[in-house]
């Protein structure tokens, strides 16, 4: 059952864990929280540990809050992105390697951060570098968000694959994909979205031990819904959660509104 402790809602959907906090602020210090506290525990067992990083506007809030955080052990931090646009210049206000040059690389001191070069000649050589450096790294953490249409990095219904034998790719972006990045204000329309892009796949993603999910926001809701009652599959990418072994996915009340008591019971 949900159980409600200091207007935080906590429940369980298969493996996947759920907190839902009144505002959006709120979801993204506690996600920030258990993320610098798990920072915390793996600087204490290991000399260096490998994050991957999720853009957008969902992760605002954490980012800002986690950037904030005291004690975290970012000079053994190894950082990654998800992925990115290819085609895009690095100074493109939706490049999300400024996004997060802005909101994290510039911010604090990690070790090292490694960017998707979305830009180069040659995506598939990009794809292929940026995938044994992952390996290498093997990340412990991920903080990432799930997109309107249920993609998980850039895996799209029509691209993901749970068994991908890739570890980076480059994907076909749904118009469902391109309407939130222009809706959310990082083109000013959807034929400026371009139409590839380089990410990280779903088996990758798996591999992480720990993934804290950041959805926030009442363009969310009909897919927090989605993600937590359909059947796991393709064509909602972000169902695949619920089978991770240790995921936690924070709300706020407006990503959370389409939910109902049957969403909170299992």
Request: proline share 5%; charged share 25%; glycine share 6%.
């Amino acid at each position: 059952m949900a159980r409600l402790l200091m207007g935080i809602t906590r429940f369980q959907i298969d493996r996947l864990k759920v907190e839902i906090h009144p505002d959006r602020e709120s979801a993204g210090r506690a996600a920030a929280q258990t993320a610098a506290e798990y920072l915390r525990q793996l600087a204490s067992e290991r000399n260096s540990i490998g994050v991957v990083f999720a853009t957008g506007a969902s992760q605002l809030e954490m980012l800002r809050a986690l950037v904030s955080a005291g004690g975290i052990p970012w000079d053994k931090v190894v950082g990654f992105h998800l992925d990115e646009y290819v085609g895009i210049d690095e100074k493109h206000p939706a490049s999300f390697r400024r996004y997060l040059r802005e909101n994290l690389v510039s911010r604090v001191s990690m070790r090292e951060f490694f960017e998707i070069n979305g830009s180069s000649p040659d995506p598939d050589s990009v794809s292929r570098d940026y995938a044994r450096r992952l390996r290498a790294t093997a990340p412990q953490l991920c903080l990432l968000g799930i997109g309107e249409n249920g993609h998980l990095a850039f895996n799209e219904p029509a691209e993901a694959d749970f068994h991908d034998p890739a570890d980076v790719k480059i994907v076909t972006l749904d118009s469902t994909c391109r309407q939130q990045q222009t809706a959310e204000g990082w083109f000013g329309s959807i034929e400026e979205v371009p139409s590839k892009a380089i990410t990280v796949t779903i088996p990758a993603l798996f591999r992480i031990p720990r993934l804290i999910v950041s959805v926030p926001g009442n363009r969310k809701a009909q897919i927090v819904k989605r993600t937590f009652k359909e059947s796991i599959a393709t064509h909602c990418p972000a169902t695949v959660l619920r089978t991770h072994p240790d995921a936690t996915i924070y709300l706020d009340m407006d990503s959370a509104a389409e939910l109902d008591e049957a969403a909170s019971v299992r």
